[in-house]
């Protein structure tokens, strides 16, 4: 049972970036089916970066050393640039309306659970359990925070644009000075 309370914690903290990034993206009124679609993709790339980390992170991080918390950051930089172009375009945003988008955006989500999966052996030997809990979180918190984001905006208009560019800038700052 420690070991339930563990993963769960370990899901949790995953998952919190990614609420906090769906809340900003859920800001740009999405549809319903997106918001659905966009929660499936990052709870899938949640159950399978831990386990391909597991099988194969030692592996590359041994060939090839990156700081994913660094890449994550300038991702979320290169966001939060994009959004206030758009603001000052006076248009609505949709980048994350087509496939590419929303893969782009799962795996970015995503990458701290590939490292996580590297040290699995250490929190669990249930690896498919732990990876079913991780889905389970981050599909909730995603969920959650895309239909936050986008009441948010309903209530408060263009303002909550300028919201998730400053949840973005925070979220940028805060993964490049952890690299």
Same mark, same amino acid.
């Given at each position: 049972m420690a070991? /339930? /309370?563990?993963?769960?914690?370990?899901?949790i903290t995953l998952s919190m970036d990614t609420f906090t990034l769906s809340?900003?993206?859920?800001?740009?009124?999405?549809?319903? &089916?997106?918001?659905?679609?966009?929660?499936?993709?990052?709870?899938? +790339?949640h159950f399978f970066m831990p386990l391909i980390?597991?099988?194969?992170?030692e592996l590359i991080l041994t060939i090839i050393p990156f700081n994913s918390q660094l890449i994550i950051g300038i991702v979320f930089l290169s966001l939060a640039i994009?959004?206030? =172009?758009s603001l000052f375009k006076d248009e609505q945003?949709?980048?994350?309306?087509?496939? =590419?988008?929303m893969l782009i955006f799962? =795996?970015?989500v995503s990458l701290d659970s590939f490292s996580v999966g590297i040290g699995l052996n250490a929190i669990s030997n249930h690896h498919i359990f732990a990876s079913f809990? +991780?889905?389970?979180?981050? =599909?909730? +918190?995603?969920?959650?925070?895309?239909?936050?984001?986008n009441k948010?905006?309903?209530?408060?208009? &263009? &303002?909550?644009?300028?919201?998730?560019i400053v949840l973005l800038l925070i979220l940028s700052i805060n993964y490049i000075l952890k690299s």
């Open positions: 070991n /339930f /309370f563990t993963i769960l914690i370990i899901a809340m900003a993206y859920g800001m740009l009124n999405l549809n319903k &089916k997106i918001i659905l679609k966009l929660s499936i993709m990052v709870g899938i +790339f980390g597991n099988s194969l992170g994009q959004l206030l =172009f945003i949709n980048n994350i309306d087509n496939l =590419f988008s799962a =795996f970015t809990i +991780f889905m389970t979180v981050s =599909f909730l +918190f995603t969920y959650t925070g895309l239909k936050m984001g948010l905006s309903n209530l408060i208009g &263009k &303002k909550a644009q300028i919201v998730g």
